[in-house]
């Protein structure tokens, strides 16, 4: 076979020269045709667009011939030409095939429309289908667009521990991270197990959150953001819920809730901007996919689920103010499945009561009562809220969680003691309120969540390659 340099079908398809001679590679998605010739789209992921290769089979071997099947891997040199039938602009006369790789009819990716629970069972290949290939290449660039908000901003990116021996939101819901043999557990005097012997000497665990290193850090470099893996040992089997997620949390010295209000919109704003400007033949296919996968009323138009938060501000009110809404909606006879009241956390159906009911639009939530937030949260003058904020979305319920801190030594150190966070695990996290204390705030955005709305999907585990949820950890 001639060495010819390979050209990715994305490239090709912005190509202007026919008449080249060119080659591709990549996996057959399908083969259909007559006795003399044949049509291969052929997919290489750098597109959602699966180039059209035309074979003359009497030009071929037949026995090579019938190794091209449905998930076989091919190099193929050809002539790049226009293309007649609709659809593609180009297509490649092929003049030589290579089966790179075989693929047996085992292969369970052999027709269209699989379910997505099929697709998950199968996570290995899931990313050989069209939904996919275009999920995963608006991950990246969500991934791109993050990093470019901050940069340009000024925010570094700083790097946190992901094992750690500090429960940052104090919920107990963490994986621990042990070297000990679980058989042979040594016990101190106390009859609790002797963490001396393990790997790190102390009891430790894949961290739930970076919050709390990087306030270390906005109170160095002033505004810094995390971007990584964190893991909740939290048993919720909801569509909405990992065990493993990405979180991205900015942490701005000086800052107060408004700004980090004012932050978390432009953020917010900018991700789904870069999505309509950088992905739009992905969210185009999953807008069509969509029409498939889901009943009418989920399979809103994603192109304007986009444009309309971008054309809106995000409504902003007190969690108190949220839950006299919420009472009046009972009052006029409107259902919720768990009970509201002053003091109780807001679940989802309520967040989204707020947002697609009532406001018809996203919702910044603030100043919660302090028993149900962290013990972290700046105290208000009432003695009963934080500086809270939640932001809510439509179809999403809580999409991003951050506050303004306690800056105050003694109010911080009080709070941990009430709601039992052992403070000689974070005696590093206090010793920045007395080493130039300042006011600061920040947030978490989770990744996932984002993704959930910009691709449409309506589960969390097929916006990430690998979930890991309650009993699942294939993969
Ligand atoms: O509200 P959370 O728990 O806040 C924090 O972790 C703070 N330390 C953030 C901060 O202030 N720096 O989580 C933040 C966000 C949530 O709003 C949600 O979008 C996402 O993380 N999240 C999850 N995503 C997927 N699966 C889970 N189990 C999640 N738990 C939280
Ligand atoms: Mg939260």
């Known amino acids: 076979m001639e060495r010819i340099s390979r050209t990715k079908i994305a490239d090709l398809q912005a190509y202007e020269q026919f008449g080249v001679k060119v080659n591709v590679k990549g996996w057959v998605r399908t083969r259909r045709g007559?006795?003399?010739?044949?049509?291969?789209?052929?997919?290489?992921?750098?597109?959602?667009?699966?180039?059209?290769v035309v074979v003359n089979l009497e030009n071929f071997d037949e026995e090579m011939l019938?190794?091209?099947?449905?998930?076989?891997?091919?190099?193929?040199?050809?002539?790049?030409?226009?293309?007649?039938?609709?659809?593609?602009?180009?297509?490649?006369?092929?003049?030589?095939?290579?089966?790179l790789g075989v693929c047996d009819n085992t292969y369970p990716l052999q027709k269209k429309g699989?379910?997505?629970?099929?697709l998950r069972e199968v996570a290995h290949l899931r990313p050989r289908t069209n939904t996919f290939g275009a999920i995963f290449r608006i991950r990246h660039h969500m991934a791109m667009a993050i990093h470019r908000f901050f940069h340009e901003r000024g925010f570094f990116y700083?790097?946190?521990?992901?094992?750690?021996?500090?429960?940052?939101?104090?919920?107990?819901?963490?994986?621990?991270?042990?070297?000990?043999?679980?058989?042979?557990?040594k016990e101190d005097d106390q009859g609790s197990i002797d963490y001396k012997e393990d790997f790190f000497g102390k009891q430790t665990s894949l961290t739930v959150s970076g919050q709390l290193e990087g306030e270390l850090a906005a109170m160095a470099l002033g505004a810094i953001y995390t971007f990584g893996p964190t893991f909740?040992?939290?048993?919720?089997?909801?569509?909405?819920?990992?065990?493993?997620?990405?979180?991205?949390?900015?942490?701005?010295?000086?800052?107060?809730?408004?700004?980090?209000?004012?932050?978390?919109?432009?953020?917010?704003k900018y991700c789904l901007q870069w999505a309509l400007d950088n992905c739009m033949d992905d969210i185009q296919f999953l807008n069509g996919a969509r029409k498939h996968l889901y009943k009418n009323e989920e399979a809103d138009d994603l192109i304007e689920r986009l444009r309309f938060i971008l054309d809106n501000k995000f409504?902003?009110?007190?969690?108190?103010?949220?839950?006299?809404?919420?009472?009046?909606?009972?009052?006029?006879?409107?259902?919720?499945?768990?009970?509201?009241?002053?003091?109780?956390?807001?679940?989802?159906?309520?967040?989204?009561?707020?947002?697609?009911?009532?406001?018809?639009?996203?919702v910044i939530l603030t100043d919660y009562p302090k028993e149900i937030k962290s013990f972290y949260m700046k105290q208000n003058e009432d003695g009963k809220t934080v500086r809270a904020m939640d932001v809510l979305f439509?179809?999403?319920?809580?999409?991003?969680?951050?506050?303004?801190?306690?800056?105050?030594?003694?109010?911080?150190?009080?709070?941990?003691?009430?709601?039992?966070?052992?403070t000689k695990d974070i005696?590093?996290?206090?010793?920045?309120?007395?080493?130039?204390?300042?006011?600061?705030?920040?947030?978490?955005?989770?990744?996932?969540?984002?993704?959930?709305?910009?691709t449409g999907m309506n589960n969390i585990r097929d916006v990430i390659p690998f979930p890991r949820t309650p009993n699942n950890a294939e993969f």
């Open 34 to 52: 007559s006795k003399q010739i044949n049509f291969i789209a052929l997919n290489d992921g750098s597109t959602i667009n699966s180039i059209q």
């Open 66 to 99: 019938k190794l091209i099947t449905t998930g076989a891997c091919l190099s193929v040199n050809g002539i790049l030409t226009e293309s007649v039938g609709s659809g593609q602009r180009t297509e490649v006369q092929a003049t030589e095939i290579e089966v």
């Open 114 to 118: 699989h379910s997505m629970e099929f």
């Open 158 to 185: 700083f790097h946190t521990p992901i094992i750690t021996g500090s429960d940052c939101e104090g919920a107990g819901q963490m994986f621990q991270v042990t070297t000990m043999n679980l058989y042979d557990l």
């Open 232 to 268: 909740r040992a939290e048993n919720s089997n909801t569509p909405r819920h990992l065990s493993e997620f990405w979180m991205i949390e900015p942490e701005v010295a000086f800052y107060e809730i408004e700004e980090n209000m004012d932050l978390a919109e432009d953020f917010i």
């Open 315 to 362: 409504i902003r009110l007190s969690y108190t103010e949220g839950v006299e809404i919420l009472e009046k909606a009972i009052a006029n006879g409107h259902k919720f499945e768990f009970p509201i009241f002053w003091g109780a956390d807001l679940a989802s159906e309520h967040e989204r009561y707020l947002v697609e009911n009532h406001f018809k639009c996203p």
């Open 394 to 422: 439509p179809k999403i319920g809580e999409i991003i969680g951050g506050s303004q801190r306690e800056e105050d030594y003694e109010k911080l150190s009080c709070r941990a003691v009430e709601m039992d966070v052992p």
């Open 427 to 454: 005696w590093w996290y206090l010793d920045t309120r007395r080493f130039g204390t300042a006011p600061h705030s920040g947030f978490g955005l989770g990744f996932e969540r984002l993704l959930l709305f910009v």
